[in-house]
């Protein structure tokens, strides 16, 4: 079982640049495939952007594509999220979340551990 402490978001304009980590414990990081969600005031968590246990793969949702970027250190027990160019629209609570399987996924039932999310607000 792993335990998942998101850091890194804050207040930017629109345009800057932000970079989220998520910092894992209490289970082999290494076997468990990663990925970000965000959830905005009023409306429903959806997928960001995830990584297999490897690194060697990632997908992302069509609103971050060229835009985000997910990482992981499995020495570091960490995943990160590079989010440039931002956005007022990419304004909300980032969470990061483990599922323990070799392969990425993009749907919010596949993962079954969860940080405390971090908030992210871009706005003039």
């Known amino acids: 079982q792993v335990q998942l402490v998101e850091s890194g978001g804050g207040l930017v304009q629109p345009g800057d640049s932000l970079r989220l980590s998520c910092v894992a414990s209490?289970?082999?990081?290494?076997?468990?495939?990663m990925g970000w969600f965000r959830q905005s005031q009023g409306e429903a968590r959806e997928f960001v952007a995830a990584?297999?246990?490897?690194?060697?793969?990632?997908t992302y949702a069509d609103s971050v594509k060229g835009r985000f970027t997910i990482s992981r250190s499995n020495t570091k027990k960490t995943v990160y999220l590079q989010m440039n160019s931002l956005k007022p629209e990419d304004t909300g609570v980032y969470y990061c979340?483990?599922?323990?399987?070799?392969?990425?996924?993009?749907?919010?039932?596949?993962?079954?551990?969860w940080g405390q999310g971090t908030q992210v607000t871009v706005s003039s």
């Open positions: 209490g289970g082999a990081f290494w076997n468990y495939a």
């Open positions: 990584i297999n246990y490897g690194g060697a793969m990632t």
């Open positions: 979340a483990g599922r323990y399987h070799s392969n990425l996924a993009t749907e919010e039932h596949r993962y079954s551990y």
